[in-house]
């Protein structure tokens, strides 16, 4: 186990990007998909097709539907799709006991159906996963269809569920796969987390690894609903949420703060507003610091009124004692580099647009200086020129430079 668990008196660690049955979270679209899936296999509805962006947790809920028929389910899962449908046929076989005698699709499908017949009269049901089914090829999709099609009365003996990213409906939605698209029996879609969603799924892990939400501070908190405020999918939370443990880890925190948070962005390469929350934190930090020292002015004058009058701030004691700086908390936040910024306000968009404004200030003085270096290197160039071409005169040289 990391040692950052044993550092936050954590029995497991709660961010691990695994497919975990234990964490998962049965709330809103997890939660919803699956008591829809499963009422499709205990119906025995035939073709389920679940489709999400990446890392929207499908792996983990198919794992959740094969917990949920522990017993009565014949599982075939393959982790992703053949190359073509006779690839498809012959696997099926092979996990199913079989020993085709022959390779031709016709026979093969035949001793299916027979071992599915067989299944079905003992009371049980063929589930068949399959993973990144937005990578089947358009034969695929035809054989997927074919064995949607093997019924006894109104029975399906064999249950589909095709997993795949968005671009799987993509392939569906195309007019040659019409027939397909008629035979689904349920059409799901995993999307993002809402920002609520997101923080009530980081406390679910942190409570079933042992942990409280006390581990995250107030300013941790705020600085991960900011990063996911166009939500999130739960492999990229997990993905910050575990590196922030490690860095205030690192730290040797007790709890994760916004800093910490920030951090874990920049090693992830997220973008993100985390960085001006920063930003506010420390205008909020010089605020109460020069407040602190307003207050402790007059006191310090009433001490030693004949001192002469400066116009530079003393700093405090225990600063002169230490030589370290007057607010070491203020300076750990990460500052803008090389630009001076107003942060009196609080608004983020404010603080965007005064960042924006000053770097777009800086670039136009650059280009302007960059106008003007041309300009003079062309002239030099053309004084150049006439010196060398021995010219008569300025209107000659010219004349000669351009071809006149």
């Known amino acids: 186990m990391h040692m950052y668990a044993q550092h936050f008196n954590l029995k497991l660690l709660p961010f691990e990007n695994v497919p975990d049955p234990l964490f998962f979270y049965d709330h809103g679209d997890h939660a919803r998909i699956r008591k829809q899936i499963s009422g499709s296999l205990q119906s025995g509805r035939g073709l389920i097709v679940v489709t999400g962006p990446i890392g929207s947790g499908k792996t983990t809920l198919s794992q959740m539907i094969k917990a949920d028929f522990p017993e009565s389910i014949k ?32 026979f093969v499908m035949r001793d299916i159906r027979n071992a599915l017949m067989t299944i ?156 001006h929350y920063i930003i506010m934190l420390n205008n909020e930090e ?10 402790d002015k007059p006191i310090q004058e009433s001490v030693a009124p004949e001192a002469a009058p400066s116009h530079e701030q003393s700093p405090p004691p225990s600063a002169k004692n230490t030589g370290q700086k007057n607010n070491p908390t203020v300076n750990e936040i990460p500052i803008i580099p090389r630009a001076k910024i107003d942060l009196s306000n609080k608004s983020y968009d404010e603080i965007a647009d005064a960042i924006k404004a000053k770097y777009e200030q800086k670039n136009l003085k650059f280009s302007v200086v960059l106008l003007l270096l041309s300009i003079i290197t062309f002239i030099i160039s053309i004084f150049y020129f006439c010196h060398r071409a021995d010219s008569d005169g300025l209107l000659d040289c010219l004349a000669n430079l351009f071809g006149f």
């Open 75 to 106: 599982l075939i899962w393959m982790a992703e799709p053949p190359a073509n449908s006779t690839d498809l046929y012959l696997f099926l076989a092979q996990e199913l006991g079989l020993h085709p005698t022959s390779s031709e699709k016709t």
């Open 120 to 275: 079905n009269t003992e009371g049980k049901k063929c589930l068949v996963i399959i993973d990144e089914s937005h990578l089947m090829s358009a034969d695929v999709l035809n054989g997927i269809r074919l064995l949607n099609n093997l019924e006894e009365g109104s029975i399906k003996l064999i249950q589909l569920l095709l997993l795949g990213q968005d671009e799987l409906m993509e392939k569906i939605n195309k007019p040659e796969m019409i027939p397909f698209k008629q035979r689904i029996a349920a059409l799901e879609s995993l999307g993002k987390m809402t920002t609520d969603g997101v923080l009530k799924y980081i406390t679910h892990r942190i409570q079933v690894a042992g942990g409280n939400p006390n581990l995250i501070s107030d300013t941790g908190w705020e600085a991960i609903s900011i990063a996911f405020n166009a939500g999130g999918t739960p492999r990229t939370i997990n993905s910050l949420c575990d590196r922030s443990f490690n860095v205030a880890y690192e730290r040797n925190k007790s709890a994760i703060d916004a800093k910490d948070v920030y951090e874990a962005t920049q090693r992830m390469g997220l973008i993100t507003d985390v960085f």
């Open 286 to 295: 010089r605020k109460k610091q020069e407040s602190l020292e307003t207050a």
